[in-house]
């Protein structure tokens, strides 16, 4: 593995009464995209909100490079830490470009209007997500697909070593899913950004993670390179349904539908 | 989209200022030319000096009043991602409103009706505040309920103590419920402006921040922006500047609701250029309803809160249709 870049030791969150993560140990290499899977309220993106210092931790600590995440100045870990949240709820218009542009609030703008350096990092960052085009138009209009690319262009114009992308595929159809994810994997590439990626869709963890992250009720039951994560019995143990491999693919086996397994 | 640069923006906004306040000094129940103010002889430019001694603090007061309604209704609207925030929903215009009014009905002298409104105001904030806390967070859904709730409150208490009252304390408690710039006096504008310039200093510093609200409070959470002190400190700017308006002029409804509207679709949504934009409008607004409250029924006056509304809830219903 990398050298680590983000470790959680004994980590836990809540919601009100209810605890989300529960003592979650896990590290994370400086480069890696990390799958974070698991069922629903097992703290996927629980764990999101508290590395984007969204949520406060209730116990344990986050270590971001080695230094606590809690002591470190807010703005300066927006400037490393990217969130992309899984539905944002526009009132207002707002136009692509200044979406984008947010990305740059915490490289210290203020009431100042935008630099040029600012106007061309959010460009150049729209260019790479491929939405160039939709600079001059309201984000409310935007569809599903689009909008994911807008605002992964922010987090790229943030320029962030890491990005937490909470569930950033649902909704979309093959054809949008296939170009984010395309779009996504290019520019890690080109920044080697360690993405934390939450995700339902175990194909999606095996075609694009170099490590897997598995919970269940805020904890992890398994972590590491996926081969060795994404295994029937790991898998049956993380979502309590019965998982047969095939080939590289997961099946969930099924008493009631007809071809007695769904693909995962 | 379209949207009107900041500086361009801002300048006409001033412009629309500048005129306004030129045509209120003109107008009222008597004509008041420029020329006889400036260079009249005998007895026209002593009337038009005592009119003007008269009228200028009227229309520098609707001005102050204006502008801070405007602005604490444009930086909330920012703040809770809501069109539908204004002082008047959340509560606080109804809580100064019901300060003021217990104070005269306790006999006490006018000049404490400004500082009653004031813990009247600041009452309704932390109660508000205090109902909509949730785990220690401030919920921005929750504060709209909370506005509700404390506007049914210090609305009743303001009628029972309409009921309670006679005579001179009555006319009084009607001046908190209604609004009016009728008692406009120069000493008021002086003591109005620190709170307006304040209030507004605190808020425009706060734009840029607020603008990272508009995709939710998380995002601005995320973006570096330490949200629960930014709530604190937008809400109690925009107590102060409700609590100073009603103070001084009573409850004057919608122009904190409308001209961030109004605003936000010539210049776009960017709270550097809105808020800004939003005080001057709004100062605009007032200034002009309350010459047309002066000239309409000449030598009698409508009441400014009437005008407001008759302006404010056409306007209103159209912005409300015009979004998709």
Excluded at chain 2, 229 to 238: E, N, Y
Aim: hydrophobic residues 55%.
């Amino acid at each position: 593995m990398n050298e680590t870049l983000i470790e959680t030791r004994a980590l836990s969150a809540r919601y009100g009464a209810s605890r989300a993560l529960d003592g979650l140990d896990a590290s994370i290499g400086r480069g890696e995209v990390v799958a974070v899977l698991g069922e629903n309220g097992s703290g996927k993106s629980t764990l999101l909100r508290v590395l984007a210092r969204v949520l406060p931790a209730s116990g344990g600590e986050v270590l971001f490079g080695g230094r606590p995440l809690s002591e470190m100045p807010r703005r300066e870990s927006a400037r490393r830490i990217a969130y992309v949240p899984q539905s944002v709820d526009l009132v207002f218009p707002i136009r692509s470009l200044d979406l984008v542009l947010q990305g740059r609030a915490p490289h210290g703008r203020g009431f100042a209007a935008d630099t040029a350096e600012d106007l061309r990092i959010a460009r150049e960052a729209m260019r790479a997500c491929d939405v160039e085009d939709l600079a001059g138009r309201d984000a409310k209009a935007l569809s599903g697909g689009e909008r994911r690319r807008v605002f992964l262009a922010r987090a790229l114009a943030q320029e962030a070593e890491v990005w937490l992308l909470d569930d950033p595929t649902a909704g979309l159809d093959p054809r949008h899913r296939l170009e984010f994810l395309e779009t996504l994997w290019r520019v890690h590439g080109e920044r080697r950004t360690t993405v934390l990626l939450v995700t339902h869709e175990i194909a999606l963890a095996g075609a694009l993670a170099t490590s897997v992250l598995l919970l269940k009720a805020g904890r992890a039951i398994a972590r590491g390179p996926r081969a060795d994560v994404l295994t029937p019995d790991n898998l049956s143990r993380a979502f309590g349904a019965p998982f047969e491999s095939r080939g590289s693919a997961f099946r969930v086996r099924s008493a009631v539908l007809p071809g007695g397994a769904a693909d995962l | 989209m379209k949207a009107l640069p900041r500086a361009p923006a801002i300048a006409a906004g001033l412009l629309l200022l500048a005129a306004v306040l030129l045509f209120a000094f003109s107008v009222g129940g008597v004509h008041l030319s420029l020329g006889d103010l400036l260079g009249g002889q005998g007895e026209a430019g002593r009337t038009a000096r005592l009119l003007a001694a008269l009228r200028v603090p009227r229309v520098l007061l609707a001005a102050l009043v204006g502008g801070c309604l405007a602005l604490a209704g444009a930086a909330l609207q920012a703040l809770l991602k809501n069109p539908l925030a204004d002082p008047f929903l959340l509560g606080t215009s109804g809580g100064a409103a019901a300060g003021a009014a217990c104070a005269a009905l306790a006999g006490a002298s006018p000049l404490i009706s400004p500082a009653a409104a004031f813990l009247g105001a600041a009452a309704s904030s932390v109660g508000v505040a205090t109902l909509a806390r949730r785990g220690g967070r401030l919920d921005l859904e929750r504060l709209l309920l909370a506005g509700l709730i404390a506007n049914a409150f210090f609305s009743a208490l303001l009628l029972a103590a309409f009921s309670i009252a006679s005579g001179e304390a009555s006319r009084t408690m009607l001046f908190w419920m209604m609004g009016s710039l009728a008692d406009a006096t120069p000493g008021k504008v002086a003591a109005l402006a620190p709170y307006a310039l304040a209030g507004a200093a605190v808020l425009v510093a706060a734009s840029a921040r607020l603008n990272l609200f508009a995709v939710g409070e998380e995002s601005a959470a995320a973006l570096g922006v330490d949200t629960e002190r930014t709530k604190r400190v937008v809400f109690l700017a925009a107590s102060l500047l409700t609590g100073a308006a009603v103070a001084f002029a009573g409850v004057i409804g919608f122009v904190g609701l409308l001209v961030p509207h109004g605003a936000r679709a010539v210049a776009g949504n960017d709270q550097r250029t809105l808020l800004p934009l939003s005080a001057l409008a709004g100062a605009a607004l007032l200034v002009a309803a309350d010459a047309v409250s002066r000239a309409a029924l000449a030598p009698a006056e409508l009441p400014i809160g009437a005008i407001t509304a008759a302006l404010g809830a056409p306007l209103f219903a159209w912005l409300l249709l015009r979004t998709p």
